[in-house]
């Protein structure tokens, strides 16, 4: 993606540099995006857990009846408590990441949304055991939910590699101003005579051999 916009340089008080100088036109090249790289490492990780998590525990409490003050209980899955509830909220986590992976302010705004509701979700089950009568969690869980919040919430102020090229007039390099000016040499006027004075010698040797 390319961005067109002038740019005005600083002007030194010690140089005579006209109105034009300080104005450039610059084209500013997008780069690559470090926003997307967590998404993708964290969206997978989330994602590809919460899938092999449902092989362990699909039980689904009634939302009806549990929500939001019942004692959901499941099964460990490398560590984390787990059901059903707790493999969707993951599984819903990790494709929104992977979904903002594929523009930069994208993946940046998904990072919050996601990076709060883990958060949230952290909160909650260290306060209640549980997060709202539905989804079993356990220290591990807790444990998981913060970390993956804490690094998408940084991952916000990932910057973007850009670069700004010249266009146009300012693409042309500067003359040289100030003391050391370098001005160029005028033609000399007796240069085309003297480069004529040979044709001019051979020319008398002709006429007076002859």
């Known amino acids: 993606m390319q961005l067109r ?5 600083a002007v030194d008080d010690d140089r005579d540099i006209t109105r034009e100088d300080t104005d450039r036109d610059v084209i500013v090249e997008h780069g690559r995006s470090y926003a ?10 989330l994602l590809a857990y919460g899938l092999a998590g ?22 460990s899955w490398l560590g984390p408590e787990v059901n ?3 493999n969707f909220f ?12 594929a523009q930069h302010h994208l993946a940046k ?18 306060v209640d055991g549980d997060v709202l ?10 444990l998981g939910w913060g970390i993956a919040a804490g690094v998408l919430l940084l991952n916000v102020f990932s910057p973007r590699a850009r670069r700004e090229r010249p266009v146009g007039a300012a693409a042309a390099p500067r003359e040289r101003t100030g003391r050391f000016h370098r001005r160029p040499t005028a033609p000399s006027a007796e240069e085309p005579a ?17």
Do not use: Y
Request: net charge positive.
């Open 36 to 45: 997307k790289g967590p998404n993708l490492i964290v969206g997978s990780i």
């Open 84 to 86: 059903g509830w707790t």
């Open 109 to 126: 705004v998904m990072s919050l949304i996601v990076g709060c509701a883990l958060g949230a979700c952290a909160i909650i089950a260290l």
């Open 133 to 142: 009568g539905l989804a079993a969690a356990n220290g591990w869980s807790e």
């Open 90 to 101: 993951t599984i819903a986590a990790g494709g929104l990441l992977l979904f903002g992976a």
């Open 194 to 210: 003297t480069r004529r004075a040979p044709a001019a010698t051979g020319g008398r040797e002709t006429q007076d051999g002859s």
């Open 54 to 75: 449902l092989l362990t525990n699909s039980s689904f409490p009634d939302a009806s009846s549990s929500f939001p003050h019942a004692d959901p209980t499941g099964e």
């Open 5 to 9: 916009r002038r740019r005005r340089d």
